[in-house]
């Protein structure tokens, strides 16, 4: 059976191309987050809580919301009156930018799918610190974990990728409680070679030596378009550099389970995603003892239950709200 989002506000959202519906619903939960009125008729979806303690943070229950839909840190009341258990803002770059050339987010609903080329648009470190900060001095900061996610700007090179993250780095640490590092969407040319051993290492170490006197978690998020043998020595890395936790799964390039006509260059997020993601996730638990956050396909009770019982602690939503609606955090948690 259908929920109240998937009759009423799925239809009108899909009547738009998905970026302006994006749009609107950002401009919509922006606003209602300056407002205590209609922050307090969105907690009407909350689901019961499900305490949890991870790496030094408490979580009021395990469903986060997924870097990409907040990139700016626009809504953060407003997810957590939803009832997020923590929020993922970004991924935010040292410089603002305007990222690809649109069209850029498509929907393959026959396949509870998203196909996206984003290429991280968002309005830099600075104006992101700037807005959290004012956040913080309203009174309305979220009781929930937030994370800050981050990434290289486009017009950095590669070689001076370290300090690209480092200045986004320093400008957000203080608003975060844990960080995520960025090193797997697929949209921002050779980002992905920050998942190679050495470049990894020297990232890790270098955001490791600025932690100052009160350390924030550090988080990897991953592709899953590793090998196995890739995977390895990244574990190994983040073992040896006291890495919080893994974020497994950012989207993915294998558009395989896609049919040509409706394909697209980007990243594949949704139901498609979900095995290989999964498996991902099971795999890291095999292997290591790092925590797990578990991002890629989950779109109901059973995909959610699924990732732990392959391992993950937390989970991430993204392209499952956009087709279900925050009612998916409720049918989750009920069957938890
Ligand atoms: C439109 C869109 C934009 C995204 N932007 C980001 C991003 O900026 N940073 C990031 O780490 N992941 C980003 N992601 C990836 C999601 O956070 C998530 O890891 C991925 O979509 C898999 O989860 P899902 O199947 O639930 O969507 C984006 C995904 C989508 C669909």
Redesign the pocket.
Known sequence: MKNGYELFVRPLLFSLDPETA?HVTMRLLGGASHFDVALHAIRSFQPPAKPKTLFGLKFPNPIGL????D?NGVALSAWAALGFGFIEI??VTAKAQPGNPKPR?FRLPAQQA?I?R?G?NNDGAKVVAERLHRLRDSGRWPAVPVGI?I?KSRATPLEQARDDYLCSFRLLRDFADYI?L?V??PNTPGLRELQEPQRLSELLHAVGCEAGATPKPVVV?ISPDLSDAELRPILAVCEENGVAGI?A???TLDHSSIPPQLDQAG?L??AP??EK?TSFVREIAARSTIPIIA????CDAHSAHEKFQAGAQLI?????LVYRGPQLLREIMDKL
């Open positions: 994006h997924a870097a990409g839909l990139k970004g991924t987010i998203l996206n984003l991280f996610n990434g995520a960025n797997s969407s998020k974020i799964t950012n989207t990243g997020s949704g995603l979900r993601s991002s890629g396909g989950i991430q939503l993204y392209t499952g």
